[in-house]
């Protein structure tokens, strides 16, 4: 096996604890979920977790080591990623009046939508870059085997388990979320709330250093 074993426990067991804690991520699954159903709660998921894959694949090419080096990048990213956010939340806010109750392509989002949005929210996470950068390679064992063959191991590992929280959330918020915009009244206070955690996720990706 080219990864230690006790590390590989322990790795699951913290990132179980660190994702089942409410996070940036997972409150913006929840609302893709709740506005756009189970689907667009999972195409968020699958958004979210390519972000990461990214940076897991960015960690063990090295290249956050480029992105500390020089902070803009980083700082640019994430300001864009922000901006993108509180558009977003506007947005839901400005339409949650538009369309017809029995319109789901109006009053909805559609998956390919939050799938992008998921990549956006993962990629422009400073917490996702600080998890990716500093938590991984405290679980690599040079000794042990290919560097590269023990990111994958752990990356895969964390993707898995990021898949599965997140995912039944957004499934969850998507079943509760069509009920939900079956009633009109409901359903805008519903777009007002989700347009309002967007908006807060850029908020907090804006100001956290």
């Known amino acids: 096996m ?7 426990a322990v790795f699951t067991v ?17 609302g ?17 977790i390519t972000g990461d894959a990214l940076y897991i694949v960015a960690a063990a090419a090295g290249l956050a ?3 500390t080096a020089f902070p803009v990048v980083f ?22 009046k538009n369309g017809r109750v029995d319109d789901p392509a109006a009053v909805g989002m559609s998956g390919r ?12 996470n400073p917490q996702t870059f600080t998890f990716m950068v500093a938590f991984l390679p405290q679980f ?6 290919p560097v590269w063959t023990q990111f994958a191991v752990l990356g895969a590992v964390l993707i898995v388990l990021e898949f599965l929280a997140d995912g039944l959330v957004g499934v969850l918020a998507g079943r509760i979320g069509g009920w939900l915009r079956a009633r009109p009244a409901v359903r805008r206070r519903m777009d007002t709330a989700t347009g309002g955690v967007f908006i807060g996720l850029g908020v907090r990706l804006a100001v956290e250093r």
């Open 113 to 124: 939508r939050a799938f992008l949005n998921g990549v956006v929210c993962s990629a422009a």
């Open 75 to 96: 700082t640019v990213l994430r300001f864009g990623g922000a901006a993108y956010l509180i558009y977003l939340g506007v947005q839901t806010i400005r339409q949650r």
């Open 65 to 67: 080591v480029l992105l």
């Open 14 to 30: 913290t990132t179980l604890v660190a994702l089942v804690t409410p996070g940036p991520d997972m409150l913006f699954v929840l």
């Open 140 to 145: 690599i064992v040079p000794a042990a085997g």
């Open 32 to 48: 893709c979920g709740m506005r756009g159903g189970a689907r667009a709660g999972l195409l968020a998921t699958a958004g979210v």
């Open 2 to 8: 080219p990864i230690d074993l006790h590390l590989l």
